[in-house]
C-alpha cells in the first residue's frame, strides 16, 4: 500500500490522479493503491429477487468514484446497505466491509457517519419546515453536548455550539448559501436544495461523502457550481463515492467509475474506457434503447439550444432577484 499522506496530497493535480490510477485493472472488483472502502460478498435479496449481489469492491481515498448503472441495477441499495440503512441477507454467510480499515459491519447509520463515510439524505417534508441553518445543526448531530454532560459542563457546551454555529455559516458562505439561512428549506431551488444537502453532510466533516444523484432536478446554471464544488472536495483531500445517470456529468468529474447491472459489479475504469466496454453498452442498451451514454456529439442541436434557454432564464431570474 503507498503512503496515504503522499498518495492524497497531490490529488488536485488531474495528472496524480491519472498517474495513482493508470496502474489499477478495468476489471471489476480489481485492487486499488489505497482503498479507502473494501466490501466483500454484499447480496441483498427482497423475495426472491436479488437486488444486490456484489463479490469484491475497492473505493479509491481521495479521488471522485461514480456508480452507475441502469435503473434497477442495485445502486441506492447498495448505497443503503454499506451506510448501515439496511442489512445485508448475506450477513449471515460472509457480508464485510471495512471503512478506512474499520469494520463497518453490524453497524448502524449513525456510527457509519461518526466514523466518517458520510451520504447526503433528500430534503424530506419535515426538513422542509425547518429552516436552512436548522438543517445545517441537524448534521451536525453527534458531537458532544447533545448528552446530559452538557448540563454539567455548560460553559463548554456553549462554546461548541458557537463554533458549530460559525462552522454552519462557513458551509453556507461556501455554498452561496448564507443569505438564505433564516428560510424554509422548501423554500430553495432544486439546486439550492442539492447544495444545501452537501453543506449539511459536511458539517460532520466526513473522510467519504456519498452523493445520491446530485445533480438530479437541477437547472444547468447550477449544475456546473455543483460540480465545481464536488471537485473542490477532492481537491481538498476528500473520497467521493456518487451516483448519477446523467453520463456528461459522470464523464466530466469522474476519475474512476464503477458499473452495476441486475445487482452486480459488471465493470471498471475510467470514464471512457468504462463507455465503450460492451458490457457497459449491453447493460444500458438492454435497459432503455435510448440512453445517452455522455457523449457531447451526440448532443442534438435541439438539446443544446434547450440547455442555453434554461440558463438564460435561470440567469434572467437570479438577476431579477438580485435588482
Ligand atoms: N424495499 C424494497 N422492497 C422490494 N424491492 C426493492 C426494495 N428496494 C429496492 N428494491 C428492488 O431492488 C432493485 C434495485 O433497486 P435500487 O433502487 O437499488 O436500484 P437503482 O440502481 O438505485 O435504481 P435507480 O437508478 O432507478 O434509482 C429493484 O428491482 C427494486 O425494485
Known amino acids: 500500500m503507498s503512503d496515504t499522506s503522499t498518495t492524497t496530497a497531490g490529488l488536485a493535480d488531474p495528472a496524480a490522479r491519472r498517474a495513482l490510477m493508470a496502474g489499477v485493472a478495468t476489471t471489476p472488483g480489481s485492487a486499488k493503491p489505497d482503498p479507502i472502502l473494501v466490501v466483500d460478498n454484499i447480496v441483498r435479496a427482497f423475495g426472491g429477487m436479488t ?98 454532560l452538557k448540563c454539567v459542563f455548560k460553559p463548554l457546551w456553549r462554546n461548541q455550539e458557537r463554533e458549530i454555529e460559525e462552522k454552519a455559516k462557513e458551509l453556507l458562505q461556501r455554498f452561496k448559501l448564507l443569505e438564505k439561512k433564516d428560510d424554509y428549506a422548501g423554500s430553495l431551488s432544486g439546486g439550492q436544495r442539492k447544495l444545501l444537502e452537501m453543506a449539511r453532510a459536511l458539517m460532520s466533516d466526513p473522510k467519504m461523502i456519498m452523493l445520491d444523484e446530485p445533480m438530479a432536478g437541477v437547472n444547468p446554471a447550477l449544475t456546473q457550481s455543483l460540480l465545481g464544488h464536488v471537485q473542490s472536495l477532492r481537491d481538498d483531500g476528500m473520497t467521493v463515492l456518487f451516483v448519477e445517470h446523467d453520463m456528461h456529468v459522470v464523464r466530466h468529474i469522474s476519475d474512476w467509475v464503477a458499473v452495476m447491472a441486475e445487482g452486480r459489479l459488471v465493470a471498471e475504469g475510467p470514464a471512457d474506457t468504462v463507455m465503450s466496454d460492451t458490457a457497459v453498452i449491453d447493460a444500458y442498451l438492454g435497459a432503455h434503447h435510448d440512453t445517452d451514454l455522455g457523449d457531447d456529439r451526440l448532443l442534438s442541436d435541439d438539446t443544446m439550444d434547450q440547455l442555453s434557454e434554461e440558463a438564460a432564464e435561470e440567469q434572467a431570474h437570479r438577476e431579477e432577484e438580485q435588482s
Open 51 to 148: 437486488a444486490v449481489d456484489v463479490g469484491h469492491l475497492e473505493v479509491q481515498r481521495g479521488v471522485i468514484t461514480a456508480l452507475i448503472g441502469p435503473n434497477g441495477a442495485g445502486k441506492t441499495t447498495f448505497f443503503n446497505l454499506i451506510t448501515g440503512f439496511d442489512r445485508p441477507t448475506s450477513a449471515r454467510t460472509g457480508a464485510n466491509w471495512s471503512f478506512d480499515g474499520a469494520k463497518l459491519n453490524k453497524t448502524s447509520a449513525s456510527s457509519v457517519a461518526r466514523a466518517g463515510m458520510v451520504r447526503t439524505f433528500q430534503l424530506t417534508k419535515a426538513l422542509s419546515r425547518m429552516t436552512v441553518m436548522e438543517n445545517m445543526l441537524l448534521g451536525a448531530q453527534g458531537q458532544t453536548g447533545e448528552n446530559l
